[in-house]
């Protein structure tokens, strides 16, 4: 009695060798240069609605101190003036890899925070404004969007950092250049000051 041995035709065999190779694509982490920068994408989004929503907070904030220090004219229009800028500068997802443009965005909002503080420092020559309901409002709110956007930066600091060391690490650095074009994503620079959170004190 004799034995044949019948191979599997060579369709299957190319079959089960691509199934091997995308098994071993997978556990060797080519799905995380997408993921990581999802996930810094997303975190992108974050602090761009914190900072609208501290843009949306001025507009209320500088009628307010208007109706009782009218004369700060020179200081509320520096305010308005910033937050103009800030709001044109726009910078999507799209485009946290462009050094210059990140550069841009990141200094506009700076200027906004310096505006809003020499705002803050002119509001204490005015008790009568630092006991208005509105105002007392307004501090609340611009307090905790302060903090919502020391905590949004952190986490997209920490969520690029992720990316960054991904593709440029082995064996995320291979799937970066072959797969994905994946480039580095800039991140924010430190400010003076930046050790502490914004101080907003009436």
């Known amino acids: 009695m004799s034995l044949s041995l019948s191979f599997p035709p060579r369709r299957s065999l190319r079959l089960a060798l691509a199934a091997l190779l995308g098994l071993a694509l ?13 996930r810094a994408k997303a975190a992108w989004s ?12 001025i507009p209320n ?3 307010t ?7 700060e004219r020179e200081v509320l229009t520096a305010v308005v003036e910033a937050r103009a800028k800030a709001s044109q ?10 050094p210059a443009k990140f550069k841009e965005y990141q200094d506009a909002q700076n200027q906004l925070s310096g505006a809003l503080g020499r705002l803050l ?11 208005n309901q509105n105002f007392l409002a307004l501090q609340s709110q611009l307090e905790g969007t302060e903090n919502r956007v020391t905590v949004a930066r952190r986490d997209y600091i920490q969520a690029v950092q992720a990316f960054n060391t991904e593709i440029r690490t082995f064996p995320g650095v291979i799937w970066a250049k072959l797969f994905w074009g994946a480039k580095a994503m800039e991140t924010f620079a ?7 959170p914004p101080a907003v004190k009436f």
């Open 89 to 98: 500068v726009k910078v999507d997802a799209s485009t946290i890899t462009d």
């Open 26 to 38: 997978a556990g060797c982490g080519v799905n995380n240069v997408p993921t990581l920068e999802e």
């Open 190 to 196: 430190a400010t003076a000051g930046a050790e502490r």
């Open 46 to 57: 974050e602090v761009q609605n914190q900072y609208q929503r501290r843009a949306d907070l």
């Open 121 to 131: 420092v002119t509001v204490e020559r005015y008790p009568e404004l630092k006991s």
């Open 61 to 63: 904030l500088v009628e």
């Open 65 to 71: 101190v208007k109706g009782f220090a009218a004369q």
